[in-house]
């Protein structure tokens, strides 16, 4: 917050960039991804490689300090050696007289750390986290036994999930070595990010993996709670000497319900957390065979083998611990799976552990789709993702099947006692949609994701079948984000009102220190003042949507008084429909401060 006590940061302000803009003589930039205390992030056209990168330029004080750079040069030699799937590849270090940059590969996705805080109860389940925890454990173990390279700085901002599914681990390497040259220009005593240290980190004892072990406890403590372990009051001490509530018992203490914390995966965040590193877990290899998720060195021997791709352990995690789906994929994103000519031994496995489960006067339900990872609903049975297996009683079920993209299927099945019926593989057919969109002004672009689609009215009678998300986007106008469920049996025909936004809006964070918020011309920049006994601090900002949502930094401070320590900050600004009110979040260290915002 912006009269929290902090030291004098460091001067971060970048040189302005334009989209279409070519830099360095071989990029070209497309539009910001984001913005942090280390940088601006650009999607930019690599014109030589002839594809897409993202560049993170660095801060100013970073471009005139030749020591610097030289280690960063080193480091980005150093970089090249992380070539593990799911970590982002450095690809390269340019700079000139007047800015500078880090070339990493484009991950078209989001953190675990925004969806997270997009879930209705802003945690995880532990059936969620299963696969994404052992494509991590993955990832560290390369880095850790053959890169030998640690990363420090283990969070669930630094882990990315793409638009396939897979988890990629950012902040490896050259990034990483940007944070710590800032920290030692601004004479910050530490890096890393103080909520997700180990003891040693904290006390600035030299990193090695169990570091990062510790921060892996921490970064899923926080998946499952929606708090890291400790995130308010002496956060030094509690780190070094208290232990954290169990997960079950912080999610009491915080009010969420959910799904019942299973005992391996308390005991292992219980012993990442170890205050003693000869307490913890050895290797990220004994995290994954104690959480039964398959070990790195069997997930790189899978890898080795085109034909044993299949994804078929999660359904033996779902099984070991009695889980009633294998993973609960955000926004869409889905596992792809690739069809073998023969199964693996391990998928026999599973389907041999799925009928020994079976009770006297039970049944079950199998069934697979191409391509599979349809969500199939099976009466009151719940909800899973293809290949699925349901334990169910005798009788019949609707069985409801359903994909974007795809025509869903809908029918009867009946279950038998003691028989597990396996429906087969069924062929989803590709589905064809009729829409008609208009917006209220017309004239808006409409985008599906990165894709701009055409202007409005638009008018299509081949759009694919399937749950869609839209975005409106109208110059003088707040960016219109919806979702429409397509069928082609049916139109669909919409009209989207857009709304302008109110000249100023005021609310107060946590009922008690009133914020102003005002939008420029451009909807992407303004003002914001935050007022307290000791009088009043206001700061200009800049932000990006990101469909509906404004993800906003201060820059630049405009008046404050003098008693009051001023910091950079990020928030973001969610918009209501009609445009009437906001509502503001702020993560400052390990605390979120919300706000409702309305008309003065």
């Not at 988890?167 to 910050?188: E, H, P």
């Not at 004994?286 to 994804?311: F, G, I």
């Not at 078929?312 to 926004?331: E, P």
Request: with cysteine.
């Amino acid at each position: 917050m912006s009269g929290a006590p902090s030291g004098n940061g460091p001067d971060l302000t970048l040189r302005d960039f334009a989209a279409g803009q070519n830099v360095f003589g071989r990029y070209t930039l497309i539009r910001t991804l984001g913005r942090g205390g280390m940088g601006v992030v650009w999607l930019a056209r690599d014109d030589e490689l002839e594809r897409n990168v993202a560049l993170k330029f660095l801060p100013e004080l970073i471009i005139h300090d030749r020591a610097v750079l030289g280690d960063l040069k080193h480091e980005a030699r150093r970089s090249l050696e992380l070539t593990h799937k799911n970590i982002v590849r450095i690809y390269d270090f340019v700079h000139d007289q007047t800015s500078g940059c880090i070339s990493m590969e484009y991950v078209d996705g989001d953190t675990l750390s925004n969806l997270r805080a997009d879930k209705p109860r802003k945690v995880f389940e532990p059936d969620e986290l299963t696969e994404w925890t052992s494509q991590l454990c993955d990832a560290l173990d390369y880095a850790h036994n053959h890169a030998h390279i640690v990363h420090r700085d283990l969070k669930p901002a630094n882990l990315m999930v793409n638009q396939h599914g897979d988890l990629k681990v950012s902040d490896f390497g050259i990034a990483r070595s940007l944070s710590d040259s800032v920290s030692k220009i601004t004479t910050q005593r530490r890096s890393g990010t103080l909520v997700y240290m180990s003891p040693q980190q904290l006390d600035g004892k030299r990193s090695d993996h169990l570091d990062d072990i510790y921060s892996l406890g921490a970064s899923v403590y926080e998946l499952l709670t929606s708090k890291p372990p400790f995130y308010s009051g002496n956060v030094d001490h509690q780190i070094r000497e208290q232990v954290p509530p169990s997960l079950t018992q912080r999610r009491k203490e915080l009010g969420i319900d959910g799904t019942p914390i299973d005992a391996a995966w308390e005991e292992i965040v219980r012993a990442c957390l170890a205050k003693d590193p000869t307490r913890r877990p050895q290797s990220v290899a004994e995290v994954a065979r104690r959480l039964e998720v398959p070990s790195p060195k069997t997930r790189r021997r899978k890898q080795a083998t085109p034909k044993l791709k299949h994804r078929a352990i999660l359904a033996a995690v779902a099984l070991v611990v009695g889980t009633a789906a294998v993973v609960a994929w955000y926004f869409g994103i889905q596992i792809p799976r690739e069809q073998g000519s023969s199964k693996p031994t391990a998928q026999r496995d599973v389907q041999a552990q799925s009928q020994e489960r079976y009770m006297p006067g039970v049944g079950g339900i199998k069934i697979n789709t191409a391509p599979s990872g349809a969500t199939v609903t099976l009466g009151g049975l719940g909800t899973k993702k293809t290949p699925a297996t349901f334990n169910a009683n005798t009788g019949k079920y609707s069985l409801f099947v359903e994909l974007d993209g795809y025509e869903p299927i809908a029918r009867e099945v009946e279950a038998k006692e003691g028989q597990l019926i396996d429906l087969g593989t069924i062929t989803l057919q590709p589905g064809k949609s009729k829409i008609d969109l208009s917006s209220a002004p017309p004239g808006a672009k409409i985008f599906q994701g990165d894709t701009l689609l055409g202007v409005t009215p638009f008018r299509r009678d081949d759009f694919p079948s399937g749950r869609t998300t839209f975005l409106l986007v109208s110059e003088g106008y707040l960016p219109r984000e919806f979702t429409a469920r397509l069928d082609s049996k049916e139109l669909f025909k919409a009209t989207i009102p857009l709304a302008k936004p109110l000249p100023v809006y005021k609310g107060t964070i946590g009922g008690s220190v009133p914020i102003t918020i005002k939008l420029g011309a451009d909807l992407k920049s303004g003002t914001m003042a935050q007022s307290s006994t000791r009088g009043e601090t206001v700061v200009k900002f800049a932000g990006v949507w990101t469909g509906a949502t404004l993800r906003a930094v201060t820059h630049e401070l405009l008046s404050k008084p003098e008693s009051i320590l001023w910091e950079t900050e990020s928030f973001t600004l969610r918009f209501s429909d009609d445009g009437k009110n906001v509502a503001y979040e702020c993560n400052y260290g390990a605390e979120v401060f919300t706000a409702s915002l309305g008309a003065p």
